[in-house]
């Protein structure tokens, strides 16, 4: 797959700490992890199916695929922001504190206020913890603390470190 093609076509912005291909490759990594995520815990953890019919569901989990796509570039930008790191080389253990930090604040935030406004239910089978009166689920606060974290440092490993 040619990155840089498609990566010209993406507009620059002052947000971008890292190069728009590097960025780029840590989108794609979180929509696969997260879509992945999302199958395995899908018919397991939710009361999804019990409601919609199988190509509804599949929407769904890929418009929350890319909700989780976007938070992997939105936490891995504010990391890189925050910690000083400008470029996908000098990764530094700061940084990496940081996405797992605001992976998880994230997590929280978003659980909570999606069970809050009643967006999904889990069924018994998922492990919660009661946040401000609500019960919100351990596998999506591991999800949005892990994933963002693990596409950053496959990006680096598998792809972005190679010289071609």
């Known amino acids: 797959m040619n990155f840089e093609k498609i990566a010209k076509n993406i507009p620059t912005s002052s947000l971008l700490v890292f190069s728009k291909k590097t960025m780029f490759v840590i989108a794609l990594y979180g929509f696969i992890l997260n879509l992945i ?61 940081y996405m797992l930090f605001f ?14 406004l009643n967006f999904w239910t889990y069924n018994e089978l998922m492990p919660t913890l009661t946040i401000l009166g609500e019960d919100v689920g351990l596998s999506p606060l591991l999800q949005m603390t892990l994933l963002p974290f693990l596409s950053v440092v496959l990006s680096n490993k598998f792809y972005l470190s190679r010289t071609w």
């Open 103 to 116: 992976g998880m604040i994230s997590g929280v935030v978003l659980e909570w206020s999606a069970k809050a």
């Open 37 to 97: 995520w999302e199958l395995g815990h899908a018919g397991t953890l939710y009361d999804m199916w019990k409601k919609v019919d199988t190509i509804v569901g599949v929407f769904h989990i890929f418009i929350a695929t890319f909700g989780d796509m976007i938070m992997v570039v939105v936490i891995t930008i504010l990391s890189a922001k925050i910690s000083r790191v400008f470029s996908i080389s000098s990764l530094s253990a700061k940084f990496y504190f």
